[in-house]
């Protein structure tokens, strides 16, 4: 399902609070990192925040700067990005500043809240979920109805640990004020749950004024048949390491690796590595683990290219090799093509044997790039 690049944005005291317990709201960041916030906000289709936050900050949520404005406008975009926020209840002041400044707003809450929220009179379009609310079906409806494709998410707390831990952030962004605020009361970035075990992969670090932001990726593999964002990146990762094989007009460049559910990786590999002539990606990489590794149950393999069903270079076919040492999750990009063999179906086998396999088209061009000289 097509969905918007969700894009979380916070700062946190050294000791992980989003603000004290006091009135007014704590100001973690200094004028540069909040024109650098400015600058993200007037990149974004849409902000969103919880209702939560509206409650205790009652925030504008606009791009201040007239430049940033103009520049939307000449792109033909509206002139502050569509005004997002969340609540079950439906108890929003209809006074907040949220919905009296800037350009639309749309709430989304439950069947019980739109009741409540067109009583009130909250001027904004009012979309149901059903009983709840439900994170998947909202960002679908932002992408689909409104058209978002890049939405920016500023808290609060509660808003991102449910996008985080549901795996449907696509990147975070933190940053780490030098301030201890010493409440325990205090509101905490992330609260306790469930979140993927292994660590988050940093994108970028860099000191603005007297704060530090980090930009971090997840990692950890989806466990269905829907792909996260980490599966794409991952993906995006194989094929790059199908354009590292050597030239070949016998055989497909492919490049593959394999992730544990917690979003390690355990090992990379692409076709003819190491001076072996006729060694796959899938095979490559596979080789590099130990068959008693626990992790390889809970793993997910990802190929440029559909893993093969039949070789005539080896006896055991790549898809067979994926089966054998437990992996149960294959992320791809491209269906094999009858270039080398006829009607090839290593997805088939794997789904016939219980494994799940994804699909992304949208990396199809990207896998095939190094195979162009085989007419693909
Ligand atoms: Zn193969």
Known sequence: MPRPYVLLSAAV????????????????SGPADFDRVDAVRAS???ILVGAGTIRADNPRLLVASPAR???R????????????????SGELDPRA???HTGGEKVVYTTDEGAGRLRRAGVPAEVVSLGAEVDWHRLLEHLHDVRGVGRLMVEGGGKVHTQLLRQQLADELQLVLAPLLVGDPQAPRLFGPGGYQGGRLRLVEVRAVEDVVLARYEPTAPGAGDAAVPADRHWLRIACDLAAQCPPSSTAFSVGAVVV???????????SREGGDSVVHAEEAALAKITPDEPRLAGATVYSSLE????RSSRPMPCARLILDAGVRRVVTAWREPDTFVEAAD??????GSGARVVVLPELADRAKEPNHHLGV
């Open 97 to 99: 500043r949220f919905w």
């Open 13 to 28: 005291s050294l000791d992980g609070h989003l603000d004290d317990a006091g009135p007014q709201r704590l100001l973690l």
């Open 346 to 351: 290593g997805n088939g086998l794997l789904t």
């Open 69 to 71: 404005r103009d520049a």
């Open 73 to 88: 406008i000449s792109a033909g975009r509206p002139e502050h990005p569509l005004k997002v926020t969340v609540s079950s």
């Open 44 to 46: 974004a289709d849409a």
């Open 260 to 270: 544990a559910a917690d979003g390690t990786e355990l090992a990379r590999g692409h």
């Open 307 to 310: 893993p093969c069903a039949r």
